[in-house]
């Protein structure tokens, strides 16, 4: 099982595989907690509050969705396949307009050419 980090805005923040749920000590300090008593997550070596909390100053709030690896792996993979084809497809459009442009650079020189007499 994975974990899916999400502001609460809509960004993915990223995924793994177990999640490290922070609270301050008496000390002012993060420090690791249960999920019961954590009052946000420490993620990329970054603080972020659980949505519903805001007891970290100037952190964002994050949602953690439970997510099955496999799936987010083919989605992935599905995702990476359909950009490829949109970029072979975006080159073939533009080998295309080159010929087109190509072929009119021909055509505008051979007027040049006729008005000029050469």
Do not use: C, H, W
């Not at 805005?9 to 749920?21: K, N």
């Not at 002012?28 to 954590?38: L, R, S």
């Not at 087109?100 to 055509?107: F, I, M, S």
Request: hydrophobic share 40%; glycine share 8%; aromatic share 6%.
């Amino acid at each position: 099982m994975m974990f899916k980090i999400i502001t609460t805005s809509g960004t993915e923040l990223g995924f793994t595989d177990s999640v490290r749920f922070i609270k301050r000590s008496p000390e002012g300090t993060f420090v690791e907690a249960t999920k019961d008593e954590a009052v946000g997550i420490a993620f990329n070596s970054s603080p972020y509050n659980l949505a519903g909390k805001n007891e970290i100053e100037g952190a964002e709030a994050v949602l953690i969705i439970e997510t099955d690896a496999g799936r987010e792996v083919s989605e992935l993979r599905a995702t990476t396949a359909r950009q490829a084809e949109e970029l072979q497809q975006a080159d073939e459009n533009a080998i295309a307009l080159y010929e087109r442009l190509a072929q009119q650079d021909e055509a505008l020189i051979e007027i040049y050419e006729q008005l000029i007499g050469g």
